[in-house]
Nanobody, 120 residues
Framework: QVRLVESGGGLVQAGGSLSLSCVAS????????MAWYRQARGKQRELVAD???????NYADSAKGRFTISRDNAKKTVYLQMNILKPEDTAVYYC??????????????WGQGTQVTVSS
């Protein structure tokens, strides 16, 4: 079983910055894609950014130029640096990872979510 734990959410004023982290634990052989999603109240969950095993990144239009996703494979961790935050960035942020466990079985796991609130 693969478990993901996020940290780093909180309350920040518009224009400020926050850094999120998500660390994976369990019987992991390899991790392919790592991603951050968010879900605002009353809205569907949406992709914010993702990063492949070879470091290719992809961002939602709303995140381009302000957010940066990165990963540390040795630490089984994905990060999301968020700058110039706006009230519309307020949401619960979830990380997701997929890969293979030590039995080479495919897994796709979600974290429990961390609240980000941006005040105007």
């Amino acid at each position: 079983q693969v478990r993901l734990v996020e940290s780093g959410g909180g309350l920040v004023q518009a224009g400020g910055s926050l850094s999120l982290s998500c660390v994976a634990s369990g019987s992991i052989f390899s991790i392919n894609r790592m991603a951050w999603y968010r879900q605002a109240r009353g809205k569907q969950r949406e992709l914010v950014a993702d990063i492949t095993g070879d470091g290719r990144t992809n961002y939602a239009d709303s995140a381009k130029g302000r957010f940066t996703i990165s990963r540390d494979n040795a630490k089984k961790t994905v990060y999301l640096q968020m700058n110039i935050l706006k009230p519309e960035d307020t949401a619960v942020y979830y990380c997701k990872m997929d890969g293979r466990d030590i039995a080479t079985t495919y897994f796709a796991s979600w974290g429990q979510g961390t609240q980000v609130t941006v005040s105007s």
